[in-house]
């Protein structure tokens, strides 16, 4: 059975740094995207980003320039590097995959900027 066990969330300052860890089991995890969405209270679940198993990547417009999403297919996880974060990016970070028709999503990680 698929399983994402996602880390690194926390407490962050305006203008800080935080990495995002997604380790996957019970998937072939080379084959397959790999993303990052989020969930901030009383909004929609948004794309963050995405990455091919070659390597392709795809941004949502908040985060492009400051976000950068990276994969270890030996380790089987994928990584959110944030940086020049902002209060606006506080929410509930989930990784997520899709195989066949079915959607695969992590239990979440919070991640707060507040000074």
């Known amino acids: 059975q698929v399983q994402f066990v996602e880390s690194g969330g926390g407490l962050v300052q305006p203008g800080g740094s935080l990495r995002l860890s997604c380790a996957a089991s019970?998937?072939?995890?080379?084959?397959?995207?790999m993303g990052w969405y989020r969930q901030a209270p009383g909004k929609q679940r948004e794309l963050v980003a995405t990455?091919?198993?070659?390597?392709?990547?795809n941004y949502g417009d908040a985060v492009k320039g400051r976000f950068t999403i990276s994969r270890d297919n030996a380790k089987n996880t994928v990584y959110l590097q944030m940086s020049s974060l902002k209060s606006e990016d506080t929410a509930v970070y989930y990784c997520?995959?899709?195989?066949?028709?079915?959607?695969?999503w992590g239990q979440g990680t919070q991640v707060t900027v507040s000074s």
């Open positions: 019970g998937i072939i995890f080379k084959f397959y995207d």
């Open positions: 997520h995959t899709i195989m066949g028709n079915s959607n695969y």
């Open positions: 990455m091919s198993p070659a390597g392709s990547t």
